[in-house]
């Protein structure tokens, strides 16, 4: 199983980018799929998920400036995307995809992910 993230870099407060996240190895049909980021210093936080079915849950930290999506259509590979708008320097972290099996997505933390994919690195200049 491998999930592949991609699509870090840094932006200017204010700006926009979109996160990629491509899994592949086994089915996830079943699995909720989003995102974590770690700042300096911090523990790892959930930011956004979304379930087998197209249900999203956000932290409340980021509602109403990320928007997470996903596309299943490949059997052999899934795809999920976190796109941050009006980025804040707050936001800077390492964006980490991960995957869970089920659907109650309120209950995610990094204790109960069953699969991680290495970070990228998000940089919010002010």
């Known amino acids: 199983v491998q999930l592949q993230a991609s699509g870090g870099g840094l932006v200017q407060a204010g700006g926009s980018l979109r996160l990629s996240c491509a899994a592949s190895?086994?089915?996830?049909?079943?699995?909720?799929m989003g995102w974590f980021r770690q700042a300096p210093g911090k523990e790892r936080e959930f930011v956004a998920a979304?379930?087998?079915?197209?249900?999203?849950?956000?932290?409340d930290s980021v509602k109403g400036r990320f928007t997470i999506s996903r596309d299943s259509r490949d059997n052999a590979k899934n795809w999920v995307y976190l796109q941050i708008d009006s980025m804040e320097p707050e936001d800077t972290a390492v964006y980490y995809c991960?995957?869970?099996?089920?659907?109650?997505?309120?209950?995610?933390?990094?204790?109960?992910?069953?699969?991680w994919g290495k970070g990228t690195q998000v940089t919010v200049s002010s």
């Open positions: 991960a995957a869970e099996w089920g659907y109650r997505l309120s209950t995610w933390s990094a204790k109960t992910i069953d699969y």
């Open positions: 190895g086994r089915s996830f049909s079943g699995y909720g």
């Open positions: 979304v379930s087998s079915g197209g249900t999203t849950y956000y932290a």
